[in-house]
């Protein structure tokens, strides 16, 4: 099975900030990979797919870029309404696993 | 609008048997791959498993793999997953998804 590493697993910014998330598999995925935002008590919401590829209706400030090995999620200026959990979900192979997930707070 | 609701969620004895629905309204179901994930209380997201559109290819978790079997009935938008013999670490929300779409949930609650 391709296991997705996220890092950090908890982050704090400030309001402006640019923040970096970066998801790590255990083998090549090529770009078969998405990110989802988890605010509390809803269901995901799909950011970014196909690695770099913005959701329609997703904010510009949202970006992913990577492959194979690598990727990261980059919010631009960090806003009050980005505070949630981001997890990265890959489609490569079965099983299509999710990384841990990586806590954003303001700080 | 394009929608996923759950339903069939409750509290069940462990070694019970559960089956969730998902019924599918504002798009053409018959035409996608849909999935299950869940998420145990506090912990991240869990894949389950995935049917094809036309229900020939199962894919399974090697947590869920021979208890629990996803299928679907075209004929009424309606995706499914049995649960047998659940166990207390199967206690989640379940979710079903179609790529960027995603239902709300549903708590299963396994327990004595």
């Known amino acids: 099975d391709i296991q997705l590493t996220q890092s950090p697993s908890f982050l704090s910014a400030s309001l402006g900030d640019r923040v970096t998330i970066t998801c790590r598999a255990s083998q090549g995925i090529s770009s078969y990979l998405a990110w989802f935002q988890q605010k509390p008590g809803k269901a995901p919401k799909l950011l970014i797919y196909a690695a770099s590829t913005l959701q329609n209706g997703v904010s510009s400030r949202f970006s992913g870029s990577g492959s194979e090995t690598e990727f990261t999620l980059t919010i631009s200026s960090l806003q009050p309404g980005d505070v949630a959990t981001y997890y990265c979900?890959?489609?490569?192979?079965?099983?299509?696993?999710f990384g841990q997930g990586t806590k954003l707070e303001i700080k | 609008q394009e929608q996923l609701v759950e339903s069939g969620g409750g509290v069940v004895q462990p070694g019970k048997s559960l089956r969730l629905s998902c019924e599918a309204s504002g798009f053409s179901f018959l035409s996608y791959t849909l999935q299950w994930v869940r998420q145990a209380p506090g912990k991240g997201l869990d894949w389950v498993g995935l049917i094809s559109s036309d229900g020939s290819n199962e894919q399974y978790a090697a947590s869920v793999k021979g208890r629990f079997t996803i299928s679907r009935d075209n004929s009424k938008s309606t995706l499914y997953l049995e649960m047998n013999n659940l166990r207390r670490d199967d206690t989640a929300v379940y979710y079903c998804?179609?790529?960027?779409?995603w239902g709300q949930g549903t708590l299963v609650t396994v327990s004595s």
């Open positions: 998804a179609r790529g960027a779409l």
């Open positions: 979900q890959q489609f490569n192979s079965f099983p299509h696993t």
